[in-house]
Structure formats: C-alpha cells, structure tokens
C-alpha cells in the first residue's frame, strides 16, 4: 500500500513538474531566456520578491546571497549613483535593481551596445516594491556604460 501511495504522489510530483517546465519553455520560434544569477543581501525582501517577478516572466534565477553587494557592483560598472539593493547578471548585461522583466527581454532582443541597465533607488510599485494600494512612483530604466554615461531606455508612469 505505501509503494502505491508513493507512485500516485511521485506521479502528481512529476506531472506538477512537467507542468511548470511546460510553462518556462519559449513560444515556438522565440529563443529560450538565458539563467540570471543575481547577487543579493540574504534579509532582503523585496529582491526575493522581484526574483519571483522574473521567474514568472520564464526566466531561470539563480540566487547569490553576499554579505558585501557594494563589492558586486564595483566589479560590474554599478556606481552609487545607478545602484539599488541587487545586482543580476543576464545574457553578457548587468541588472541593477528593479527593472520589469519585460524590459530586460527588450534589452536582450536588441542587444544595444551597452554595459547593463538600471533602475537606480527603488521606486514604489516597481517589480519587488509593489505597494500595498497599487501606488507606482514614476521611474525610469536606464542603460550605462563602462564609463558611466546614460541613457533612458524606459519609463514607468
């Protein structure tokens, strides 16, 4: 009776699964989304909740908690003035912040001659700081370069 009980479960738990790869996988004729790993402070909330924002937007998220994130975006090009409290890595760009998936999607389609973009601070009702009454402080979405220069690529209102 116990190996019966576990075969239905084990089926139940490989039909979940195969549900849920079903979901991940690209439209015919688009290109899979490439791992993101992104680097976070491991009490932070709102990064976990802009993760979960990216993982149902079909991207694979691998998480890095560090105790030091400002030394993760010194590596990357992040100045102060870019920053926000994670940092991720996604097909050759940085993401810094709370950046929609949609945008980074753009970003990886068009592929601009850029080092990574940004969504500097963390501006209410961005993904991973949705506010409670569905507030969003305008914002916008900039890529950087290696040099420091911007340029908006985006804008929420």
């Known amino acids: 009776m116990k190996t019966t009980t576990w075969l239905a479960g084990g089926a139940l738990t490989l039909a979940a699964a195969a549900a849920f790869s079903l979901q991940s996988l690209p439209a015919e004729g688009q290109q899979p989304l490439p791992t993101m790993v992104v680097y976070k402070s491991p ?14 937007a079909g991207f694979e998220a ?19 003035t870019l920053a926000s409290c994670h ?5 050759g760009y940085v993401v810094e912040g709370h950046v929609p998936a949609d945008v980074v999607k753009r ?23 949705e506010a409670p009454d569905g507030r969003v402080q305008p914002y916008e979405i900039l890529t ?3 040099e420091g220069k911007t340029t908006v690529y985006a804008s929420r209102r």
């Not at 970003?107 to 700081?129: D, F, H, N, Q």
């Open 43 to 56: 009490a932070c909330g709102c990064c976990q909740n802009w993760i979960q924002h990216m993982r149902e």
């Open 62 to 80: 691998k998480v890095e908690n560090v105790e030091n994130i400002g030394a993760i975006k010194g590596t990357h090009g992040v100045s102060e």
């Open 87 to 91: 940092t991720a890595l996604v097909g």
């Open 107 to 129: 970003l990886l389609k068009e592929r601009p001659k850029v080092a990574g973009i940004t969504v500097p601070g963390m501006p209410i009702g961005s993904p991973g700081m």
């Open 144 to 146: 950087f370069d290696r």
